[in-house]
T-cell receptor
Framework: DAGITQSPRHKVTETGTPVTLRCHQT?????MYWYRQDPGHGLRLIHY???????DKGEVSDGYSVSRSKTEDFLLTLESATSSQTSVYFC????????????FGSGTRLTVV | AQSVTQLGSHVSVSEGALVLLRCNYS??????LFWYVQYPNQGLQLLLK??????LVKGINGFEAEFKKSETSFHLTKPSAHMSDAAEYFC???????????FGSGTKLNVKP
């Protein structure tokens, strides 16, 4: 996963607390994405960004917010964590997804208890 | 809306046997098609992609896939399975000028000795 780092790799948090996951890239790619992966559902898009301060919702955005103040960082915040948000979260980057596809981070395993 | 269907959440083959993982998509316009592989506790890696041109595309590790527009399919094959091919495989679709992916729910490939 050269050029893209997710932190933390693992986190356990309590219901109702806010949680922020970080994605950092060194590739200077324009597009950044947050997905969650759950058994039987594949990967589902939460939010994505097409530039600094330019973000949009994906198919499962409720309960999540994002921010991108710098090209290299894309933050995902769970405003008030719930057990249904227990999942593995992947960040992806792309120069142009159509032609090049994504480069994925190693994932963050989040458990909400 | 776009959708991606992967038939068979689990596929088991013997080492040396043919691997066939099925992917069908629904799209009103010609899509870009991708296969990703995920090894345990890792992010997704691009295996191969179809954007334009030749409909039979070759990827890493001896995998190939053929885009069949009439069947709206993009099945992944490998002539001879190896133990190291055991992983989860995801088919994904993106559309021209549309920098988001839709993923299938994944197929776990088991390779028996």
């Amino acid at each position: 996963d050269a050029g893209i780092t997710q932190s933390p790799r693992h986190k356990v948090t309590e219901t109702g607390t806010p949680v922020t996951l970080r994605c950092h890239q060194t590739e200077n790619h324009r597009y950044m994405y947050w997905y969650r992966q759950d058994p039987g559902h594949g990967l589902r898009l939460i939010h994505y960004s097409y530039g600094v301060k330019d973000t949009d919702k994906g198919e499962v955005s409720d309960g999540y917010s994002v921010s991108r103040s710098k090209t290299e960082d894309f933050l995902l915040t769970l405003e008030s964590a719930t057990s249904s948000q227990t999942s593995v979260y992947f960040c992806a980057i792309s120069e142009s997804a159509q032609n090049y596809g994504y480069t994925f981070g190693s994932g963050t395993r989040l458990t909400v208890v | 809306a776009q959708s991606v269907t992967q038939l068979g959440s689990h596929v088991s083959v013997s080492e040396g046997a043919l691997v066939l993982l099925r992917c069908n998509y629904s799209s009103s316009v010609p899509p870009y098609l991708f296969w990703y592989v995920q090894y345990p506790n890792q992010g997704l890696q691009l295996l191969l992609k179809y954007t334009t041109g030749a409909t039979l595309v070759k990827g890493i590790n001896g995998f190939e896939a053929e885009f069949k527009k009439s069947e709206t399919s993009f099945h992944l094959t490998k002539p001879s399975a190896h133990m190291s091919d055991a992983a989860e495989y995801f088919c994904a679709v993106s559309l021209y000028n549309f920098n988001k992916f839709y993923f299938g729910s994944g197929t776990k490939l088991n390779v028996k000795p």
